[in-house]
């Protein structure tokens, strides 16, 4: 395998143990602040973040690389408020689509060819990742009173379980 796709893959798994430390990180920030619906949410996606890190990891194995473990650097875990979290989320999101999109392009221009189908898998979950920090970001942002984000975080699983 090329040097630098095994750089990258090897990023990308640690960037999604990254992801997941976040997510556990606003997760704990919503159950200190008794927001315990978006707390389960982001729990979800913190072991979403972990499988796919797994699967980077896997992919390597599979192609005869030891896989290599990096610091995971400390995540974001103070808010204001849980709009500027699901922006948090945003950005997360749209920075592991550009990752992901820079492995791909690598197993592309290097001519990687076992890489790519499994990359592929990446960059459509990528489309409803971002999909779902959209709907996310409208969601909060309506809730602008006590009672809609009370009520909003009753019932954020079934609203966002089509799209997460």
């Known amino acids: 395998m090329n040097e630098s796709l095994i750089t990258a893959l090897?990023?990308?798994?640690?960037y999604e143990l990254f992801a997941a430390h976040s997510y556990d990180a606003i997760a704990y920030w919503c159950e200190a602040n008794d927001y315990h619906g978006f707390a389960s949410f982001f729990f979800d996606q913190a072991e979403e973040e972990r499988e796919h890190?797994?699967?980077?990891?896997?992919?390597?194995?599979?192609?005869?690389?030891?896989?290599?473990?990096?610091?995971?650097?400390?995540?974001?875990?103070?808010?204001?408020?849980?709009?500027?979290?699901?922006?948090?989320?945003?950005?997360?999101?749209?920075?592991?689509?550009d990752q992901i999109i820079g492995c791909y392009q690598i197993a592309r221009d290097t001519s990687e060819i076992r890489s790519i189908p499994f990359l592929?898998?990446?960059?459509?979950?990528?489309?409803?990742?971002e999909s779902w920090t959209a709907k996310l970001i409208t969601l909060t942002d309506r809730a602008q009173c006590a009672g809609a984000l009370y009520t909003l975080d009753r019932h954020i699983m079934q609203e966002m379980s089509d799209e997460s």
């Open 10 to 14: 090897q990023e990308q798994a640690n």
């Open 53 to 97: 890190s797994k699967k980077f990891f896997t992919h390597l194995m599979d192609r005869g690389i030891d896989p290599i473990l990096t610091e995971i650097g400390k995540p974001q875990a103070e808010f204001e408020s849980i709009p500027e979290l699901a922006l948090k989320a945003r950005t997360m999101e749209k920075s592991n689509t």
């Open 120 to 129: 592929l898998e990446f960059v459509e979950e990528q489309v409803e990742e």
